[in-house]
Every structure is written in C-alpha cells, then in structure tokens.
C-alpha cells in the first residue's frame, strides 16, 4: 500500500511560478513511475509530466519547456517545478504512482489569474 499527499497548489498570476510537491509513503517510491495529472473543470484528467525509477522525464506538449518534474528517492518526494504559468494550467493537479498498483492522491487545486 501506498498513500500520495500533494502540496504547493495556490493562486497565481500568469507569469508565476509554482512547485508542487508529492509525499509518498510506502516502501516501493524508488521502483515507482511518478507522474503528475491536472483536470480542469468540466474536462478530462490529463498527464502533465512523468519521471520513471532511472529519472528519466517526459512531458505533454502544453507544458514542455515551463514545467520541470524531479523525484528526491532519499525522501520520497515527487516536484513539479510549473513557470511561466497561463490561466489554462488552472486545475487540480493530481499525483500518481505506478508499481504493480497505481494509486493516487487527493490533489492540490492550481489557480492562475490573468
């Protein structure tokens, strides 16, 4: 079993910056895929960005060159480093782990103001 608790939503004006942050617990971080997901309101949940076990990134294509996503495995954290921000990164903003299971946490709610 896994539990995944996000942080470091807010409000932001476009152009700022946030870092979104992701506490696993549980003993399988190291061998997991972490990914971070958004839903804007009346839309579907989308992948964001994802970082596997060797570090290794990828990102979609509205947030690729503005957003950074790392993992600490010494604390069993996940980051979204999210600049350049625009109001359609509002949303909630998902953490998900993949390893055998998937799980998922409860979500930060990002907001970003014109």
């Known amino acids: 079993q896994a539990q995944l608790v996000e942080s470091g939503g807010g409000l932001v004006q476009a152009g700022g910056s946030l870092r979104l942050s992701c506490a696993y617990s549980g003993s399988q971080f190291s061998r997991s895929t972490m990914s971070w997901y958004r839903q804007a309101p009346g839309k579907e949940r989308e992948s964001v960005a994802v970082?596997?076990?060797?570090?290794?990134?990828g990102y979609s294509d509205s947030v690729k060159g503005r957003f950074t996503i790392s993992r600490d495995n010494a604390k069993n954290i996940v980051y979204l480093q999210m600049n350049s921000l625009k109001p359609e990164d509002t949303g909630l903003y998902y953490c998900n782990a993949r390893y055998v299971k998937t799980y998922w946490g409860q979500g930060t709610q990002v907001t970003v103001s014109a």
């Open positions: 970082i596997n076990n060797v570090g290794n990134r």
